[in-house]
């Protein structure tokens, strides 16, 4: 006997077709969103190039003296650094350094007010600010880049200068002669001059004023003080002022009273 084809409903084909067709729409939808955030960032990215070409000043916090460099990147030029980017070798880089044992996207910058410049090295790169290998996220946060620190990566040697008007630090780079005291500073044969403060001026104390006598008081038992100016010597003169005689309108002398004859 020839066994009964199973037949099935045509509402659980049509489900079927459904759930298989929404499926692939939502895959196909996850995809588009996840490429059309990569096409937005990458056309900003473009956007902030292109703006930075035409305001090659705008959004900088200062520059990178080469020191060390090759023939691409000579000794003496300086380099533009914005707040955050990419330093590497190709030409796409917001820093670039083309010298040897640089990887195309060595490592990320970041500026910091108040900090400093912040470093971090990609996996299998390496790089050093002041003599400190950056190992590591945590070691790059606890050695920020400071106006005069040097960064050295692959075979260039990097001074950065930071603008004047941004809270950071100058870097102090201390001595590594054997005959040096530990933590001493090392000064530039070229440095100017650095004098002492000048010692603050001792002034001899205010001198107190005399001592005055309270004023009289009408009505007590009290005698009526000398009153002497300090300003005046101690004693009085001896002998009053000379004072011409005094007349009267006649030419006779005056004999005192009120009734002069006018």
């Known amino acids: 006997m020839i066994p009964a084809k199973e037949v099935i409903p045509t509402d659980a084909k049509i489900y079927e077709v459904l759930s298989l067709a929404m499926r692939y729409f939502f895959a196909f939808m996850g995809v588009l969103i996840v490429g059309r955030a990569f096409s937005w960032l990458r056309k900003d990215r473009r956007l902030k190039h292109r703006r930075l070409k035409q305001l090659p ?18 000794p003496g030029e300086a380099i533009p650094v914005p707040h955050e980017g990419v330093l590497g070798y190709l030409r796409t880089c917001d820093v670039v350094v083309p010298v040897d044992d640089v990887a195309n996207a060595h490592l990320d910058f970041t500026f910091v007010d108040g900090k400093g410049l912040f470093i971090y090295p990609r996996r299998g790169c390496e790089a050093s600010v002041d003599g400190v290998a950056l190992t590591s996220r945590r070691v790059s946060q606890q050695y920020p880049m400071q106006h005069g620190s040097t960064l050295e990566i692959g075979q260039a040697v990097l001074r950065l200068g ?13 001595c590594e002669m ?5 933590g001493e500073a090392c000064i530039p044969p070229d440095a100017p001059p650095v004098y002492p403060p000048y010692p603050p001026q001792e002034y001899p104390p205010y001198p107190q004023p005399p001592y005055v006598q309270p004023p009289y008081q009408q009505g007590s038992d009290q005698q009526p003080p000398y009153r002497q100016s300090p300003y005046q010597p101690l004693n009085p003169p001896a002998q009053p002022p000379y004072a011409p005689p005094m007349n009267e309108p006649d030419g006779s002398p005056w004999q005192g009273g009120d009734d002069h004859a006018y």
Do not use: C, M, N, R
């Not at 000043?57 to 000579?74: C, M, N, P, R, W």
């Not at 930071?162 to 201390?174: Q, R, T």
């Open 57 to 74: 000043d705008a959004g900088t916090i200062g520059i990178l003296t080469v020191e060390q460099g090759s023939k691409q990147l000579k």
């Open 162 to 174: 930071v603008f004047a008007g941004l809270d950071v630090k100058e870097a102090i780079h201390y």
């Open 178 to 182: 054997p005959e040096a005291p530990a």
